[in-house]
């Protein structure tokens, strides 16, 4: 096994050690080092010597010397002791890629080759180390020659060695690494063994900042250090524990909040200080959430300067108004809380313990003790449960029928990818071959060994790589989680070490168990393997082996508790680019969609959404309608009562008639006969004469036999009720909680007119049809597109509001000559992370942007696994004006955001702005030709038009 594979085999990582990562700090750049510091003289001898052969007579060594001599001319003009001195106090490192344009200011028209001499003399500079160029400065030229040389010439044996052990990677993995501590060389100076983790962070957040389709987190060069024993024992064994935040202390989730009265947040942090040993980390930034934000930093905004717990009636009373309804960004109502009375018993108990403390410790507590203004009957849930445990139960009835067609469904779908992946791994690329009566063309696998194909039918290229994996582990997770009843937490916890051989007592006999780690009540426990559950987990060890003597070790990040747990060998794991990963909550739930589409399983005309959590629910109601007991139910589910397994069980109609009948039948065979003897006439005349001589005038009585009637004298406007007459509430048969599967954070304005975001898009899609293939939109329609550059002189950059006022008069032109009749556009922004469901937008967009709607996401794929990123999509109507617009199209000339479009109503034409420019897809090549025509002077010269 190669052991930078699986660096994770090392050591377990310890929480502390994941919090400790927040402290490492980067090497403080040098001021002054000896190499900037050398005479003119002396750094060329050095450089030369080091860079060039005088003997050999090269082209290139002519070149480097020019450029070196024309470079350091120009850097000796500049103000400074050092050479790196003079670097940055001439502007080159601020200006970026165009830093070639400071040293030939005022020589008129330049030479081609004047900007390419310069360029190979800079490469020197660097790879000497006569100048440390900033990281921003570093990561905008990507000059490979640049990084080639610096590596031989700083530390040549150290990068030769990372190579060799970097060989089990892609081409693209192994220069990727490489090449980022190669950036880190140059920046800090030094050899690869002075690398620190503080300099990895420092690296990995500049790459966040410049470089954002996750070349961040692409995770080799650090593994590299690691496994070579550059980095200390003590840092992580993964870049991802550098990357996401460690478990925060009760200080740090309280100022989180931002509340402003000084006193009462210390009153909060010293509340969840006494009760954090009472409550795992889940439950204490829950109650957190609802005491911080939800209830004083509320309070705080609707009533500034607020200072004391003693609210009164009215403040109260608004509170609660706010609190009923998820609100949006404006504060405008979006739709009830569903949670509503939960919330209120947080607060009710933060009252109360406060009046309980304070009789044991008065100094402390008693000051704050003040009436707590929710009542009792305020927080009765009673309805609100029995209202979930309703859509709970429909659901499960309406599931538990239709799992056999899911299962069939999952086992179809985890064949068919499998078989059209066996097929496209056998034929060449560019081949074609036909499976299940569809036709695909081979594509290239390119590095990262994917397998593409495109339908020759639809045009489509699809990954069959991850569709094989999906459908895998969907297969997987449905099986054993309907076989075993787990929580999906459960689940993705199994390792090679749950299998326990137990030797039945009484028999001798030795059966497999499974033993379930502890979750959320914290207590262990043992499930009995089935044949058809060990044939699952058979194939999910074959499957994550692939081939090895032993399962990888690798370390899970618990959402929750916010803890790395030790490398262990988890069943529920995957190939992530470089290493191997356990799966997560979110990639299960992704499978598990795509699995609901794709089994076309609908109920009342709709498609059924299969969760994890809902073959719990089906385990349980199944279980007890075979005839296990609950309390055996309860002990296999893991509940610490046995009402909560009650809950989940979906009691059918039929079940309670049927054990009804039973348990009489067996009462009967206990009772004396004689108490089953048969009614004489007059007992069943007057058992008769109940109900027809205690007739009145609005209905018949309802009461029982042999019992007084209350109607007998009843008021002509109260009639009684009647079982016969009585209507039951209907069940939503979906049994979907919006408020579950939404979330709360309005990003979404919804007090503005909702758009038809399904027109939008078939709108769209007759407009700008798809390409045949994943191409950029430039080259699917070419004789639309011209690219206008918003800065005389091609510039990238405004520097002052002057450059502004030329760059936003630009795109209004371009836009008022494209429709000059269109008063109202859409306008369509785009975001990239990697949460699938986005929880917040960026703060820069929601300003400018507030009313956008979501409308549509897709995952980006750049040819290497190591994270994927969502590209969300949202759009919104506004006026075509410069009020509405000029706000967005500073920050996308400022890089603050990008992926813009604007289109008119009809999208008959779109314009796409970015940090220089603006792309325009004309309505017609004419008009294409008009624009050119009419604005020749903000053409890029390129010959490719960029």
Same mark, same amino acid.
């Given at each position: ?49 080091? !860079? ?44 970026? !890629? ?29 790879? *000497? ?26 530390? =040549? ?31 800090? *100076? ?41 980095? =200390? ?71 500034? *300067? ?124 560019? *081949? ?220 059918? =109609? ?293």
């Amino acid at each position: 096994m190669n052991p930078t594979v699986n660096v994770d085999i090392a050591r377990p990582v310890e929480p502390h050690e994941v919090d400790k990562a927040l402290e490492w700090e980067p090497r403080v750049c040098e001021a002054s080092w000896w190499q900037t510091r050398q005479s003119r003289e002396g750094l060329v001898e050095r450089l030369l010597k080091m !860079f060039t052969d005088p003997g050999a007579g090269l082209t290139r060594d002519r070149t480097r010397r020019r450029g070196l001599g024309k470079l350091l001319d120009w850097l000796e003009g500049q103000p400074g002791e050092t050479w790196q001195d003079r670097w940055m106090a001439s502007g080159a490192d601020t200006a970026g !890629f165009e830093w070639t344009d400071l040293p030939l200011r005022g020589r008129g028209t330049p030479k081609s080759h004047w900007r390419d001499e310069l360029a190979t003399g800079l490469v020197l500079l660097v790879a *000497g180390q006569a100048i440390r160029p900033s990281y921003p400065w570093l990561l905008r030229q990507r000059v490979t020659m640049m990084l080639t040389e610096s590596r031989a010439a700083s530390d =040549p044996d150290a990068f030769q060695r990372l190579e060799q052990l970097a060989q089990h990677a892609t081409p693209t993995a192994r220069s990727d690494a490489l090449n980022k501590l190669t950036w880190i060389v140059i920046r800090k *100076g030094g050899l690869v063994s002075d690398i620190t983790v503080g300099d990895c962070i420092e690296l990995t957040a500049a790459l966040e900042e410049h470089h954002f389709r996750g070349s961040a987190g692409r995770p080799l060069f650090y593994a590299l250090l690691k496994e070579t024993g550059v980095l =200390p024992a003590s840092a992580p064994l993964r870049l991802r524990a550098l990357r996401i935040e460690g478990r925060r202390s009760v200080e740090q989730i309280v100022d989180a909040y931002g509340i402003e009265c000084r006193a009462v947040r210390d009153l909060l942090v010293e509340y969840f200080t006494e009760r954090a040993p009472e409550l795992d980390h889940v439950s204490l930034r829950s109650i957190a959430r609802n005491l911080c934000r939800l209830f004083w930093r509320d309070l705080e905004i609707h009533h500034p *300067g607020i200072d004391s717990l003693r609210l009164t009636p009215e403040v109260a009373q608004a509170w609660k108004e706010r609190l009923a309804y998820i609100r949006d960004a404006q504060g405008h109502p979006v739709r009830p809380r569903v949670n509503y009375r939960s919330e209120l018993v947080f607060v009710r108990a933060f009252y109360q313990d406060i009046a309980r403390w304070a009789a044991d410790d008065p100094a402390r507590w008693a000051p704050w003790v003040a009436p707590c203004p929710i009542k009792a009957n305020e927080c009765a849930t009673k309805k609100t449960k029995a209202r979930v445990k309703s859509r709970m139960d429909q659901r499960t009835r309406t599931q538990l029928p239709l799992l056999p067609a899911l299962l069939r469904a999952v086992d179809r779908q985890r064949k068919d990818t499998m078989a059209r992946i066996t097929a496209a791994r056998a034929t060449l690329a560019g *081949g074609r071959f036909l499976i299940a009566g569809e036709e695909f063309e081979r594509g290239g696998s390119g590095q990262a060994r994917r397998v593409y194909v495109t339908e020759v039918a639809a045009g489509r290229r699809r990954n069959l790589t991850h569709e094989e994996e999906a459908a895998f582990w969907s297969w997987a997770t449905v099986e054993v989680l309907r076989h075993t009843g787990i929580r999906i937490e459960e689940m993705l916890e199994l390792t090679h070490h749950s299998f326990i051989a137990y030797t039945l007592p009484t028999t001798g006999e030795v059966v497999p168990m499974l033993q379930v780690a502890p979750s959320k009540t914290d207590s262990e426990r043992l499930l009995l393997v089935s044949p058809e559950l060990a044939e699952v987990l058979t194939a999910v060890i074959f499957r994550v082996r692939a081939g090895n003597a032993a399962l990888p070790l690798v370390s899970a990040y618990d959402v929750f508790e916010q803890t790395w747990s030790p490398p262990m060998p988890f069943l529920f794991q995957r190939r992530y680019g470089t290493e191997d990963r356990p799966l997560t909550r979110s990639y299960i739930r992704e499978c598990l969609v795509a699995t609901s589409q794709s089994a076309q399983i609908t109920v009342a005309g709709d498609p059924l959404e299969w969760r994890p959590h809902d073959f719990r629910r089906i385990f349980v109601t199944d279980a007890i309608r075979s005839g296990l007991p609950p309390h055996i139910a309860a002990k296999i589910c893991g509940h610490a009562a046995l009402d909560t397994t009650m809950g989940y069980a979906a009691i059918y =109609p039929e079940d309670v008639i049927s054990h009804h009948r039973a348990f009489i039948a067996r009462r009967r065979t206990e009772r004396p006969s004689e108490e089953y003897r048969e009614l004489t006439t007059t007992e069943w005349d007057e058992f008769l004469a109940h109900f027809e001589l205690r007739k009145v005038a609005l209905g018949t009585c309802g009461r029982d036999y042999s019992t007084p009637c209350q109607h007998e004298n009843a008021c002509f406007s109260e009639p009684a009720p009647v079982p016969s007459q009585l209507v039951l509430p209907l069940v939503d048969g979906g049994g979907r909680s919006v408020e579950a599967s939404m979330p709360d954070h309005g990003a979404v304005n919804r007090s503005t007119p909702s758009l038809d975001l399904e027109a939008l898009s078939a709108l769209w899609q007759r407009q700008w049809p798809a390409p045949q293939q994943d191409i950029p939109m430039r080259r699917a329609h070419p004789d639309r597109w011209v690219r206008f550059h918003s800065l005389p002189g091609s510039k990238r950059y405004p520097d002052d509001e002057t450059e502004y006022a030329i760059l936003l008069e630009r795109h209004h032109t371009l836009l008022a000559e494209l429709g000059p009749s269109d008063v109202e556009l859409y306008v369509v922004t785009r975001e990239w992370n990697w949460d699938a469901v986005p929880v917040t937008r960026m703060a820069d967009l929601q300003r400018v942007d507030p009313n956008a709607q979501p409308w549509g996401r897709r995952v980006h794929d750049d040819d290497f696994p190591d994270d994927i990123v969502y590209q969300h999509e949202y759009i919104s109507r506004r006026p075509r004006n410069r009020q509405a617009l000029d706000p967005l199209l500073r920050l996308v000339a400022d890089e603050v955001i990008a992926g813009v479009t604007l289109a008119p109503l009809d999208f008959r034409w779109l314009y796409h702005p970015y940090d220089g420019g603006g792309d325009v897809f004309a309505p017609s090549a004419a008009v294409r030709d008009a624009l050119k025509a009419a604005h020749p002077d903000w053409l890029s010269t390129h010959p490719s038009g960029m």
